[in-house]
Nanobody, 126 residues
C-alpha cells in the first residue's frame, strides 16, 4: 500500500526554521520524482520544491529559492524539506506527493501526482 506521511510542522516565529519530513512506504522512492506543495487558506495549492530521480536535481518556486532545501534519503525512504528564514507568507499546510512527470512541470501542475500525504501545518507568526 502506497503511503506518504508528512511530519515536522508547527508554529515558528518569522526568521525561524523547520524541517519537514515525508516518509514513503509501499513503493521504491528511487522510481519517482517527489514534490512538496503547500496550500494556504483561500489559496490554490502551490508547488514549492521537487527532487528528481535518479540524479537528485532540485527545483524550487521562486519565492523559496535560497531559503528552502529539498533532499532525499533513499535508505530511510524519506524526503526532507529544510525551511530557513521563514516568513508569515509561508504559512500553509504542506504536502508531499510523488509523480512520474518531470519536476518543472510538476511544480506547475500538482494534478500530475498520483499519491499525496495528509499534510502538516506550518504557521509562521510572532
Amino acid at each position: 500500500q502506497v503511503q506518504l506521511v508528512e511530519s515536522g510542522g508547527g508554529l515558528v516565529q518569522p526568521g525561524g526554521f523547520l524541517r519537514l519530513s515525508c516518509a514513503a512506504a509501499g513503493f521504491t522512492l528511487d522510481d519517482y520524482n517527489i514534490g512538496w506543495f503547500r496550500q494556504a487558506p483561500g489559496k490554490e495549492r502551490e508547488g514549492v520544491a521537487c527532487i528528481r530521480t535518479p540524479d537528485g536535481n532540485t527545483y524550487y518556486t521562486n519565492s523559496v529559492k535560497g531559503r528552502f532545501t529539498i533532499s532525499r534519503d533513499n535508505a530511510k525512504n524519506t524526503i526532507y524539506l529544510q525551511m530557513n528564514n521563514l516568513k508569515p507568507e509561508d504559512t500553509a499546510v504542506y504536502y508531499c506527493a510523488r509523480s512520474l512527470s518531470n519536476c518543472a512541470r510538476l511544480l506547475e501542475a500538482s494534478w500530475l501526482s498520483d499519491y499525496w500525504g495528509q499534510g502538516t501545518q506550518v504557521t509562521v507568526s510572532s
